[in-house]
Each structure stands twice: as structure tokens, then as C-alpha cells.
């Protein structure tokens, strides 16, 4: 890398290594039709018990499983962000990914980026609102095999919400490298805004998959912008 400045690189996962269409057109489908198999066979696991139990609780007492998993498709159809149906869908996705019903979707661009990152050694990081345990089955089962061993850490909403600057200021610190030394690359320009302002370099990926209208001018924010890994440049 000679002396480049930047010394890791941070990426979002939904819109910018991955289509944004595969949470919403796979994964919540395949969580709407294996739930009810999902909670016969396995509705007396403790770890299974206590999320279904606390939905029941919340719902005035349901006694009947089936009626719970009714409430939870209902949830999947709203989008609704509940601890419990995210910590449920989390083990059903997780069956699907061991049993190889599907694999996570990755653009080719990225997955040749992030290979050819590593192999110079820059330390790749992901920072996505999907639970860490969520990121490691996503690349540990994607469309170009598993990635797992190319990531060096993995940081979801714990260390702070994705538009915070002080959420990328403790990223850099768990990292142990200067703001000013990361590259972050998202699709979404309020991360990147937040990013900046905590000192980190900054690149929108602006694919046409995902918004099918260019974002250029004004509405980069003064961001560098890509279509592609391919276009990103490491200086």
C-alpha cells in the first residue's frame, strides 16, 4: 500500500456490498414460511420458549403457538422491528443458511474488492444495523462462499446508531486507528455525513440496482461516489 493514508476500510452491507431488494424479496418470505414448521419442531427449545412466550405475554396470554406464529407473519408483513420476531427470524435464517436453502446475495465487484483488500492487508470491517451474529452468517454463507476469514471486526447498533458521528468515533477507537485513517462505504448519505464528521474518508456506492435514479451534484454531500468496488480508490 506504500504510504497510503487510509489503513482500514469499514463497509455496510445492505445497498453497498449487497442488494437491498434480499432482506425484503428472500429473507422475510422464507421467515414467513418456515416459522410455523420452525416453532412445531422446535417450540420447546428454552431458547425458542422465551421469545414466544414474551409475544404470547404481550398479546394477552395466547396458549396456542399457532396463534403466535400468526402474530409474528402478521409482524413480518408490517416490517415491524421487534426484539423478539428479530431474534426469531435470526434462528429460522440461520436454519436456511446451514441447510443451504439460499445463499446471501453479494455483487461480484464487492466480493473481488474485499478479496483483493485483504491479500494487500487492509483490514476490512463491517458496520451494518443487522446483529453481528446476523453479518457472520451473511458472509459466511454468500453467494461467493465464505468470507468470514477477511474481516478483522464487526460492529452493528451497539456501539451507536449508523447516523451518529460518536458511533464512527468509537468504531475507530475499537479498531485502534485514527478516523482519518478509515474508509467507509455505504449507499446511504446520512452515514456517510456522520462518518465525515468523525473524521473518517468517505465513498457513496450509488448502484443502479438499488436506486435506479444517479445520486450526483448535490445529493452526494460532497461524497466521493462509486457504482462499483471496482471505481473505489484507495489513496
Known sequence: MGDSRIRAILTDIEGTTSSISF????????????LPGFVAARGKDPAVRKWLDAVATENGGMCDDRMVVEVL???????????????????????GYQSAD?????????GDALRAWHAVGLPLHVYSSGSVPAQRLFFGHSDAGDLT???SGWYDTEVGGKRDADSYR????????????VLF????????????DAGMATV?????????????????HGHARV????DVVID
Open 227 to 230: 457504482e462499483s468496488f471496482a
Open 185 to 196: 462505504l455505504s449507499d446511504v448519505v446520512e452515514e456517510l455525513d456522520a462518518a465525515r
Open 73 to 95: 407473519q402478521g409482524w413480518i408483513d408490517e416490517d415491524r422491528k421487534h426484539t423478539a420476531l428479530k431474534a426469531l427470524q435470526g434462528m429460522v435464517w440461520a436454519d
Open 170 to 181: 468509537r468504531i475507530a477507537a475499537l479498531m485502534d486507528r485514527e478516523p482519518s485513517e
Open 102 to 110: 439460499f445463499t446471501a446475495h453479494l455483487y461480484p465487484d464487492a
Open 23 to 34: 432482506v425484503k424479496d428472500v429473507l422475510f418470505p422464507y421467515a414467513r414460511r418456515a
Open 204 to 220: 457513496l456506492v450509488d448502484r443502479r440496482d438499488d436506486y435506479p435514479a444517479p445520486r450526483t451534484g448535490d445529493a452526494t
Open 149 to 151: 476469514g477477511l474481516f
